[in-house]
């Protein structure tokens, strides 16, 4: 999903404005334009002359006692205009970001970490040809066939390996995902749903096999943020059948809606783009983090096309508050979806701008 | 102690109020100066340390290589080592500012990671100087100074601050603060990549911090990062680091508290002489305590406890004076007493219990030790003798201990040829004391010898004198070893500081040959002159010759301290005050001069090879000779810039000596040069500017060991007035019958001024010469051991002439006056205390 990538610039403390009107940019940053064809496995490589990129990667883990969890990792590049022409090799023409969380039940909170650093080989860096970006010991990585990803945290970690069930799933119009109503904030946009998961994790210092079932977004861009808009929500669902759904939903000062899209994917392969009328969210129960005293919808109705959808989370608090590192707040969990009492899917939600406006 | 008894003896000391006042004040200085020593030290250490602690972070290694960095592809290269939990990359420089006279030091770092390893430089954006972007941190026109170096540099946020980058100037705006670094430490932080591009250090870092995975053996993860290093690069713990910063300091300091030591030593000995002419005089006093039934113990026990009441006194005294002149010390030279080594530290001033504790009990222990002879003496006399008038006498007979004598002198000598314990001259040291002690234990022979020439002279007054001496050689010991001591180590000091200035001197004209120097860093800052600067130098009408320098330091093992690096045109080592034997060095070969430092350090000899790290590379050379380095304690070593120039392939230089043509005119040649090299950017001096300060310098160093020496003399000085003051009084009873004899008052002052006329003489004639040995013993050992430079011998002969003939007067005055005081009791009384 697009939209992440502002407040997650955020969370590590650079926010890369696409706020910021291109004229007052130092460097060009070449425009998303529609038309464009993404080949693979190119474009799952980075694209550095855009401003910002990434990763993510969510879903949930079944353990051998079935104990299951949300994961999330994400890597970030960003390009930030500054010392282009620098020939340093510390010189901050590129970064890289990195965050993980656990969703745990029996902790009842997530556990996450995260990585920042300057691209800098061979510590941190994107490539270009296919997906492979690392920050240290962290990477995700594309072999021909299946992606892995590592994390290393002080009190989890996870290998994981990702093997997708068909072809990338382009969002928009061919990959190229419109952001509000002025075209110009858009995205090359593609997911990989139905990654089918197996690897380790480690959480409270034993190591446990795990599989399970996970989402890959890549998207890129340069200018992506309409003015005016608080925060979004987001969601990104596997769904039991074999198809997939993403929508997402731009915020106003007010809480509606300025501007919302999906993709819907079925099983047979068929991938329908969902319009800003045929996309809407509605808040079912609310709940109000102790920590921040923000209130977060974890329960919502999603009207996907006319289907009457329902979304609960794993747990209540998967809220992230890194206010003391960066000064983010938000809200980011491992979902299962329902439609008319019945669970069709898993996935991911994620939801900005509720403790407070975002700065942008 | 009963009431009775600390009234006979602690009243004793109340009766000689003088004698009493002098002994308490010279524990009091030595408590004092030595305490006040161990404070700044201590302080300034602490302080210095902290620094180094803040500064090191988290970090549990720090790769260390030269002044001008190393390689920075081992940041990536360590940073992603199995061993490691995080790695902070820092680029640090002293830079020069434009127009200010001085310069400030600057972290280059990566803000992203520094906060992992080092949170003390993590930069903090100030609220109004942070973009929409909030990349600030990362923009490479900004710097972040620390509260320190705000204030004295009179910049805030916003403001704008004049850096020197290579020969140019460049205005970086002031984006926020370095709230980690601490009260009082002026340092700036910008981003590790515009640092490198802005000071001409592209791919060039100077420190990685790396903080190790928990359960990592350090010492093992030490080994194994240094394994694959560049050569000049180190694997050290920050621990290591301060020990060895600190280490360069131990010798200086170690030094200082051996001269507050004497001066705690002349107390002990001025104690001494007091109680001894005090027994002396109380003796039929104590024999009749004795005949009354005080116990042996009991008397040995108060007359120590006489002592052991001045040297508390005196302590107590000591530990106040010694924090009031710590905290003038610290407003005035600094914490580190002007010497140099803590520069930019300001330590405050706090009571030191452990210090001030082990201070008063050496007082104390003074005290005892001048009061333990007189006691046992005391103790062991027979009461029935004692009690006759005259018994006394038998205490200032002396026998002479040629043998013990000898001993001490001989034992010196052997102890000169030892290697110094930890770096510090311990051997030297203890050949100094011998020689003090010899010294002393020849001084009634010599006197005795002395009077033994006299005999020719026939005035009553001058047969007195002689007889007197003669027979009671113990009195010249008492009045003149505290003369001999106190002349031995002024003259000591007086030679040794006059040997050094001359040699410093010397030293300066040497190295100092051009007409003009231009320095694009002075004091170690990071300013070059690129090649094009350099040849336009050159190219100035009236130049005959330029000899550009470069400076770094190498690393040559990770034990010691780097060296410093002094690359420029050498002429085959002619350029170098050489001292020692040189080597012929093959022409296919690359020759190095090293200073007399590296050669004790390094353990390195002309003829010998030498691997020098250049650039990251071993490079082999052949050590051609050693030369005089008064500037480098940690060592120094000059090869030809064209040496290094091949080496490395750098091409600038931080310094140029220019040599003016026949004819040409200083002032227009200056004038010429700051044309082209700016206003701001680079300093032009002559040698004698530079002899000037350096001597400056140099005198500010020895500033308090100038002020410990005159206090020495000043305390010899109490000893003789003290003893004679006391002996005059001892001796009434042979004043009296004297003057029933018929000699007039008027005699008997005369009378007593020769004989501390004789005395002084016989002890400041002594003192000259041990002084003198003692000088060679600090010249040759201490200093040589302590910083490893050598000097010339230049004996100051009129000055000694002139101190000595002043010594000789005050000791006779001081005699007279003290001796004025035991005459004004009528002759008739004096002479009937024995009947």
């Known amino acids: 999903m697009a939209l992440r990538w502002a407040w997650h610039a955020l969370l590590f403390g650079l926010y ?19 038309g464009k064809v993404l080949h693979f496995p190119d474009d799952g490589g980075a694209h550095p002359q855009f401003r910002t990129e990434w990763w993510y990667v969510t879903g949930w883990l079944t353990d051998g006692q079935g104990v299951e969890r949300g994961f999330q990792v994400t890597f970030f590049r960003v390009r930030p205009g500054i010392a282009e022409d620098n020939p340093s090799r510390f010189a901050p023409r590129q970064l890289v970001l990195a965050h993980a969380a656990l969703a745990d039940p029996s902790v009842g909170r997530l556990r996450h970490a995260e990585r920042s650093e300057r691209a800098l080989d061979p510590l941190a860096g994107a490539s270009t040809g296919r997906t492979q970006v690392w920050a240290r010991d962290w990477r995700l990585e594309w072999s021909g066939d299946h992606y892995r990803s590592r994390v290393e945290a002080d009190d989890f970690a996870f290998d994981l390996r990702f093997d997708p069930a068909a072809a990338p799933v382009l ?77 997402f939903r731009m915020r106003d000062e007010q809480g509606g809606a300025m501007w919302a899209a999906g993709t819907l994917r079925t099983a047979q392969g068929e991938t329908r783009a969902l319009r800003a009328d045929q996309v809407a969210f509605t808040p079912l129960r ?73 700065r942008m | 102690m009963s009431a009775v008894l600390r009234r006979i003896f602690l009243a004793s000391l109340a009766r000689r109020r003088l004698a009493t006042a002098l002994s308490l004040f010279a524990i009091a200085l030595g408590v004092a100066l030595g305490l006040a020593v161990q404070i700044i030290h201590s302080a300034a250490l602490d302080e210095f340390g902290r620094g180094m602690h803040l500064l090191a972070g ?31 990359p820092v680029l640090e420089l002293d830079v020069r500012l434009p127009g200010r006279d001085r310069s400030l ?63 140019q100037v460049a205005s970086l705006r002031i984006a926020g603060s370095v709230p980690g670094a601490g009260q009082g430490r002026a340092l700036a932080v910008m981003d590790i990549a515009a640092a490198q591009a802005l000071f001409g250090r592209l791919g060039r870092i100077t420190r990685i911090d790396l903080r ?68 002396a005089r109380r003796r039929q006093e104590l024999a009749f305590l004795r005949a009354l039934g005080l116990d042996r113990r009991a008397l040995m026990r108060g007359l120590l406890v006489e002592g052991a009441v001045v040297g508390l006194a005196g302590g107590l005294l000591g530990i106040a004076v010694g924090h009031g002149v710590a905290a003038l010390a610290f407003d005035v030279v600094g914490g580190d007493l002007g010497a140099g080594y803590f520069r930019g530290v300001a330590p405050a001033l706090r009571f030191d219990p452990q210090a001030s504790g082990a201070y008063l009990l050496l007082g104390v222990a003074a005290g005892l030790a001048g009061a333990w002879l007189p006691a046992r003496d005391a103790q062991r006399m027979l009461p029935a003798r004692a009690l006759k008038s005259g018994d006394e006498a038998h205490m200032f007979r002396f026998r002479a201990r040629p043998r013990i004598a000898a001993g001490c002198l001989g034992l010196a000598f052997v102890l000169c040829l030892l290697p110094p314990v930890g770096s510090i001259p311990v051997f030297g040291y203890l050949a100094v004391a011998l020689i003090l002690v010899g010294a002393v234990l020849v001084l009634p022979m010599l006197v005795r010898a002395a009077a033994h ?32 001591a106190s002349v031995a180590l002024a003259v000591a000091m007086a030679i040794m500081v006059a040997s050094f200035r001359d040699s410093v001197d010397r030293w300066l004209t040497a190295v100092l040959p051009a007409d003009l120097y231009v320095s694009a860093a002075s004091q170690g800052t990071s300013g070059f002159f690129a090649p094009e600067t350099l040849q336009r130098i050159a190219a100035l009408p009236g130049v005959s010759r330029t000899m550009p320098v470069r400076f770094d330091t ?282």
Do not use: C
């Open chain 1, 16 to 34: 890369v404005a696409l706020a910021v009107p291109a004229a007052t940019a130092e460097v060009g940053y070449p425009p998303v334009l529609p």
């Open chain 1, 286 to 358: 609310r709940w109000r983090s102790p920590r921040t005293g923000a209130e977060y919808a974890v329960e919502w109705a999603i009207d996907i096309d006319g289907r009457r959808l329902q979304l609960r989370p794993l747990m209540d608090d998967q809220e992230l508050d890194s206010r003391r590192s960066t000064g983010a707040v938000y809200w980011e969990g491992a979902v299962r979806l329902f439609e008319a009492g019945r669970e069709i899917g898993r996935g991911y939600l994620e939801m900005t701008g509720y403790a407070e406006r975002l």
């Open chain 2, 58 to 88: 988290e970090a549990d290694l720090q790769v260390i290589g030269p002044r001008e960095g190393f390689d920075d592809a081992e940041y990536g290269r360590l940073a992603i080592r199995d061993e490691v939990a995080d790695a902070s």
């Open chain 2, 453 to 484: 020439r006299w005999a020719g002279s026939r005035t009553v007054l001058w047969q007195l004198a002689r007889a007197r001496l003669a027979a009671a050689p113990g009195q010249a010991v008492v009045a003149g070893a505290g003369v001999v």
């Open chain 2, 554 to 835: 190498l690393r040559l093992d990770d034990r010691h301290l780097p060296v410093t690096l002094i690359a420029r045109p050498l002429d085959g080592g002619s350029r170098l005050p050489l001292v020692g034997a040189t080597a012929q060095v093959p022409t296919d070969e690359k020759p190095a001069w090293v200073s007399e430092a590296v050669v004790d350090l390094f353990a390195v000899r002309p003829g010998e090879r030498l691997v020098l790290p250049l650039a990251g590379k071993p490079v082999a050379f052949r050590v051609a000779g050693v030369w005089r380095d008064y500037a480098r304690q940690q060592g120094a070593v000059a090869i030809e810039l064209d040496d290094y120039r091949a080496a490395t392939g750098d091409l600038v230089a931080n310094d140029v000596a220019v040599f003016l043509a026949e004819g040409a005119s200083f002032n227009e040649l200056a004038a010429a040069v700051r044309r082209l090299l700016g206003e701001s950017t680079a300093r032009i001096a002559t040698p004698g500017e530079i002899r000037a300060l350096s001597l400056a310098i140099f005198d500010r160093t020895f500033l308090v060991t100038y002020v410990m020496e005159a206090v020495a003399v000043l305390i010899g000085l109490f000893g003789v007035s003290t003893s004679f003051a006391a002996l005059a009084i001892a001796r009434r009873k042979e004043f009296g019958v004297l003057r029933h004899l018929g000699l007039t008052r008027r005699e008997i002052g005369r009378l007593i001024t020769l004989e501390g006329l004789l005395t002084a003489v016989a002890g400041t004639a002594l003192g000259l010469v041990a002084g003198t040995a003692v000088a060679l013993v600090l010249i040759e050992v201490v200093n040589r051991q302590s910083f490893h430079w050598s000097m010339d011998l230049h004996l100051p002969g009129v000055a000694l002439l002139a101190f000595a003939l002043i010594v000789i007067a005050l000791a006779a005055f001081a005699a007279r006056v003290s001796g004025y005081q035991a005459m004004r009791d009528s002759a008739v009384l004096a002479v009937r205390e024995d009947w």
């Open chain 1, 171 to 247: 969002n928009g119009e061919g990959g190229f995902s419109q952001k509000a109503g002025d075209p110009k904030h858009a995205s090359y946009y593609y997911s990989r749903p139905q990654l089918a998961v197996a690897g380790s994790l480690r959480v409270d210092g034993a190591t446990v096999p795990v599989t399970g079932r996970a989402w890959l977004d890549h998207e890129w861009s340069s200018e992506l943020m309409p003015q005016g808009a608080r925060g979004w929500d987001w969601i990104g669902i596997n769904l039991d059948d074999g198809g997939s759904l993403m929508a």
């Open chain 2, 212 to 279: 190790l995975k928990s359960g990592i053996d350090i010492e093992a993860a030490r080994r194994a990062l240094a394994a694959g290093l560049p050569a000049g690069v180190e694997v050290l713990t920050p621990q290591a680091t301060e020990d060895q910063s600190a280490g360069l300091s131990r010798a200086y300091r170690v030094n200082l508290t051996m001269l507050a030591a004497i001066a705690l030593v002349t107390g002990g000995f001025l104690v001494f002489s007091t109680q001894f002419l005090s027994v």
């Open chain 2, 105 to 167: 030091r600057i972290f280059g770092i990566d803000a992203l990671r520094v906060a992992h390893v080092n949170p003390a430089l993590m930069p903090l954006v100030a609220e109004a100087q942070r973009d929409e972007r909030d990349l600030t941190v990362l923009r490479p026109d900004v710097l972040f100074a620390s509260p320190a170096a705000q204030a004295e540099l009179g910049v805030a946020p916003g403001g704008r601050l004049d850096v020197q980058a290579g020969a």
